[in-house]
């Protein structure tokens, strides 16, 4: 069975740094499209950055020059680099696993990934 394991969500106050990191079993990175979403109470989950095999990434506006996303095929793991934190970045991150080899849609949408992490809570104060 995949299961996608994060880890890392802390509080920190705003301009800090967090790395989170996601462990897939059952399923491997190295070609399929990965990414990370994050939600707050009584909004709808949204995407944050999204990375594939080939190394392509994308950002949501919100954090681009910020956050950083990378993979360690060998670890079967993916991780989120966090700086410069505000509070707007407060939330529940997801790891995702998408449905597509090769290819990671430019739009950071929910409908793409067919796997899902339980979470890790970062808070910004």
């Known amino acids: 069975h995949v299961q996608l394991v994060e880890s890392g969500g802390d509080s920190v106050q705003a301009g800090g740094s967090l790395t989170l990191s996601c462990v897939a079993s059952?399923?491997?990175?190295?070609?399929?499209?990965m990414g990370w979403f994050r939600q707050v109470p009584g909004k709808e989950r949204e995407g944050v950055a999204t990375?594939?095999?080939?190394?392509?990434?994308s950002y949501a506006d919100s954090v681009k020059g910020r956050f950083n996303i990378s993979k360690d095929d060998a670890k079967n793991t993916l991780y989120l680099q966090m700086s410069s934190l505000e509070p707007e970045g407060t939330g529940m991150y997801y790891c995702?696993?998408?449905?597509?080899?090769?290819?990671?849609?430019?739009?950071?949408?929910?409908?793409?990934?067919?796997?899902w992490g339980r979470g890790t809570q970062v808070t910004v104060s």
């Open positions: 990375i594939v095999g080939n190394k392509i990434t």
């Open positions: 995702a696993a998408g449905i597509w080899v090769d290819y990671c849609p430019q739009r950071l949408e929910m409908a793409d990934f067919g796997y």
């Open positions: 059952g399923y491997t990175v190295t070609a399929y499209c």
